[in-house]
């Protein structure tokens, strides 16, 4: 006589599509150690079913409205800060073009009907090279003021982060 | 009773009444995965609340493709597990190692004498004693499984595992339990 596997006990308690039914509950009848085992199975799975008494606090669903609102007004200030550094990153870029690159000869060579991309490129490394000359006297100024707007926006960063720190995800 | 899809649309829409219902809904849920995988009781509910941030930044992306609480147990199942990763605190793969070694034989069983064992008559109370000796991974499915009613393919999508060794797991941790129980107490407490 084979006598009923603990898989499919649990298979029967799970009223899963266990096959066996019939045949598990005609040995049951008979077998006084599947009957014990079964018994011992079905105690346990009444037992997983009790809860457990883990709970959150009261009042916890206004904690994280609460926190849900500080969030919000993290990120509000996060995506103005974002804007406005785009926003001057954008001007800082649009100025030093126009002051240095000459547009009008560039125009001209984008206006011309089928200009070969081989000119295009040649105009655009002929403008980056003009500009290195131009930048070079003030290449101190410029990479000092890079460094100054960058160290801005890292400390910016980094005491905004530890502000909020808990306040976010 | 109230209808997820209704409630979504309602917090979508900006009533933030609705997300306190939503939470009210499904703050049991969240603290049966978090406190199960968790340890440490004094982040676990700065952990739920992460949860339920999270839900409230992703419920746009949210199509109904799955049940809302399949979802909200995902997120709380995947932040509670980036908690363990950031801690390094492992989760146990498997109940037998490669060598055969019987991990959850070993777990030692923190703040309970034999004499308060012998004391704890109450049979529920010894089977979530022992439900809480298992490693989390196999706490949280049971818990999942028998609490939240899930069904094996739900908890195999929330746990992304395949169904057949979520099934298996579930299996070997109910006859784990039952061969601990048997083992620590009279049979005849335990068939009382």
């Not at chain 1, 499919?8 to 019939?22: G, I, R, V």
């Not at chain 2, 979504?8 to 609705?18: F, T, V």
Request: charged share 20%.
């Amino acid at each position: 006589m084979r006598h009923i596997s603990d898989d499919e006990m649990q298979a029967y308690l799970d009223q899963s599509d266990f096959s066996e039914k019939d045949n598990l509950k005609h040995h049951l009848r008979t077998c006084s150690w599947c009957r014990n085992r079964f018994r011992q199975y079905q105690q346990l799975y009444e037992g997983l079913g009790k809860d457990s008494g883990y709970k959150l606090p009261e009042g916890f669903s206004d904690s994280v409205m609460a926190r849900l609102s500080i969030v919000s007004s993290v990120s509000s200030v996060h995506r103005q800060l974002n804007v406005l550094w785009g926003s001057l990153g954008l001007i800082a870029t649009l100025c030093l073009v126009w002051y240095f690159i000459d547009l009008e000869s560039l125009a001209v060579c984008f206006t011309r009907p089928f200009t070969p991309l081989v000119q295009v490129g040649q105009v655009i490394l002929l403008q980056i090279r003009d500009f290195l000359s131009i930048a070079d006297g003030y290449a101190v100024p410029l990479v000092a003021s890079g460094l100054i707007i960058l160290g801005v926006a890292v400390v910016d960063r980094l005491l905004l982060y530890f502000r909020y720190k808990q306040f976010c995800l | 009773m109230f209808d997820d899809r209704i409630l979504i649309s309602e917090i979508l829409s900006g009533n933030k009444a609705a997300f306190q219902t939503f939470i009210e809904a499904y703050q049991k849920l969240v603290s049966h995965v978090v406190f199960r995988i968790v340890a440490n009781e004094f982040d676990r509910e700065d952990l739920c609340q992460d949860v339920f941030l999270r839900v409230y930044q992703n419920l746009g992306k949210f199509k109904f493709k799955c049940k809302v609480s399949t979802w909200v147990a995902q997120i709380a199942y995947n932040t509670s597990l980036n908690y363990l990763e950031k801690r390094k605190i492992p989760l146990v793969d498997d109940f037998i190692s490669n060598n055969g070694h019987n991990q959850l034989a070993e777990i030692p069983e923190y703040g309970m004498t034999p004499q308060q064992y012998t004391e704890t008559r109450d049979l529920n109370q010894r089977i979530q004693n022992e439900v809480n000796l298992l490693p989390p991974q196999y706490g949280v499915l049971i818990v999942l499984y028998h609490l939240e009613y899930m069904s094996y393919e739900e908890i195999a999508e929330i746990t992304n595992q395949p169904l057949g060794t979520v099934k298996s797991y579930i299996y070997r941790a109910r006859r784990m339990l039952k061969d601990r129980l048997l083992e620590k107490y009279e049979l005849e407490d335990i068939l009382q």
